[in-house]
T-cell receptor, first 114, second 112 residues
């Protein structure tokens, strides 16, 4: 069964500090992996997409990494801001099965405090 | 502005009273889907549609219906809501089968 596991479940950090969120998946064969940010009470918004051939991709203060061999991804947030407080969801798309084969992680809830 | 619009955003209803949650996108996307989000379970797909008049079940379709008569609209129908359908619902669209999902703002449904 395809699974996506994220850790930690929740995290509290001080403003200005860095943090790293983890995503492990068993989806195979793999197509792509996206990180979404979900503010409280809002819909998720895509931050980055990682394909099989990509190891690292940055989007401002967000840097995602992918190790397709170990089926692990991480999202690193640099110099955190209060507006980074949100849930971060890892979403993996399989290469088979068409549109419906997207597996969601349960998310990491990040709280940035002053 | 490119967006996915859901209505209503909040709804409290009673068991058995039919309701419809509307979803509309203005990006001319072919793919649309519905999800429910529950604490500790993450997002789970209810139904999806790959084009007009083409719909199929996701992981948790029981108790729900959908229709896709127009490309832009994908309503979610609860014929006889029950308390276990109390949840936060999201509609999403994408341009391709592996493309970025664009989510609506969510519809919080409470069934008493």
């Amino acid at each position: 069964k395809n699974q996506v596991e994220q850790s930690p479940q929740s995290l509290i950090i001080l403003e200005g500090k860095n943090c790293t969120l983890q995503c492990n998946y068993t989806v195979s064969p793999f197509s792509n992996l996206r990180w979404y940010k979900q503010d409280t009470g809002r819909g998720p918004v895509s931050l980055t997409i990682m394909t099989f051939s990509e190891n690292t991709k940055s989007n401002g203060r967000y840097t995602a990494t992918l190790d397709a061999d170990t089926k692990q991804s991480s999202l690193h947030i640099t110099a955190s801001q209060l507006s980074d407080s949100a849930s971060y969801i890892c979403v993996v798309k399989g290469a088979l099965g068409g549109y419906q084969k997207v597996t969601f992680g349960t998310g990491t809830k990040l709280q940035v405090i002053p | 502005e490119a967006q996915v619009t859901q209505n209503p955003r909040y709804l409290i209803t009673v068991t058995g009273k039919k309701l419809t949650v509307t979803c509309s996108q203005n990006m001319n996307h072919e793919y649309m889907s519905w999800y429910r989000q529950d604490p500790g379970l993450g997002l789970r797909q209810i139904y999806y549609s790959m084009n007009v008049e083409v719909t199929d079940k996701g992981d948790v379709p029981e108790g729900y219906k959908v229709s896709r008569k127009e490309k832009r609209n994908f309503p979610l129908i609860l014929e006889s809501p029950s308390p276990n359908q109390t949840s936060l619902y999201f509609c999403a669209s994408s341009a391709t089968s592996s493309g970025e999902l664009f989510f609506g703002e969510g519809s919080r449904l409470t069934v008493l």
